[in-house]
């Protein structure tokens, strides 16, 4: 069938090891970044966010890394499993007045976990 | 609790047909956007709502693309006289209110034009 990963970049990776996704951001404006990943068939589902007044955010598993200077963003997700398999996109948004605009969306990395 | 749904999942249509695609938000939600996402590559942005009003529409390809939301709930994207360039996965998402709420995205309706 269809994939959603299908000729994009690909991380491989063994199981148990850790994975470091990169992704460079556009807009130097941007103020609020997202990780999402997504299965074949299925929408994005949210991983992690982090904000510019951060430069590093922890989560389960997940850490989000963020280089202004650079206009850098990074995810590394610990003793990556077969399940982590999927395809993850960033998304930056600039936050005006509160209000969340559209998201712009990198052009995803396919990790695949081989166990 | 439920998520944001989508229907059709899937919907074939022959060029030139018209197709109206349906959105429905996590209750409560205020905003919604839609997206494209082509084969292979990452969603973007078609227009987005605050309840009931369209406040961004620059991401439209065509006005053969038009979107609404009459009631602030339930939003359809309906695309008229369609070519091949439309099949993609049309996405929908929603968040609670105008912060810095995460978007959480619906499965897609997958469109492929004939």
């Known amino acids: 069938g269809e994939s959603v990963g299908l000729h994009l970049p690909t991380l491989s990776v063994q199981e148990g090891d850790n994975s470091i996704i990169n992704c460079a951001y556009s807009?130097?404006?941007?103020?609020?970044f997202i990780w999402y990943k997504q299965e074949s068939g299925k929408g994005p589902q949210f991983i992690i966010d982090?904000?510019?007044?951060?430069d590093k955010r922890q989560g389960q598993r997940v850490t989000v890394l963020l280089n202004k200077t650079v206009k850098h963003l990074s995810l590394q997700i610990a003793a990556t499993q077969p399940g982590d398999s999927d395809v993850y996109f960033c998304?930056?948004?600039?936050?005006?007045?509160?209000?969340?605009?559209?998201?712009?969306f990198g052009k995803g990395t396919k990790l695949s976990v081989k166990p | 609790g439920a998520g944001v749904s989508q229907s059709p999942r899937y919907k074939v249509a022959k060029r030139g047909q018209d197709v109206a695609l349906r959105c429905d938000p996590i209750s409560g939600h205020v905003s919604l956007f839609w997206y494209q996402q082509a084969l292979g590559q990452g969603p973007e942005f078609l227009t987005y709502f605050q309840n009931e009003a369209q406040l961004d529409k620059s991401g439209l390809p065509s006005d053969r693309f038009f979107a609404e939301r009459p009631e602030g709930s339930v939003s359809t994207l309906k695309i008229q006289r369609t070519q091949q360039e439309d099949s993609a996965v049309y996405l929908c998402?929603?968040?609670?209110?105008?912060?810095?709420?995460?978007?959480?995205f619906g499965p897609g309706t997958r469109l492929t034009v004939l």
């Open positions: 807009n130097s404006a941007s103020d609020y």
């Open positions: 982090i904000r510019s007044n951060m």
């Open positions: 998402a929603s968040i609670r209110d105008s912060n810095t709420d995460t978007q959480y």
């Open positions: 998304a930056e948004t600039v936050l005006t007045g509160g209000s969340q605009g559209n998201l712009i």
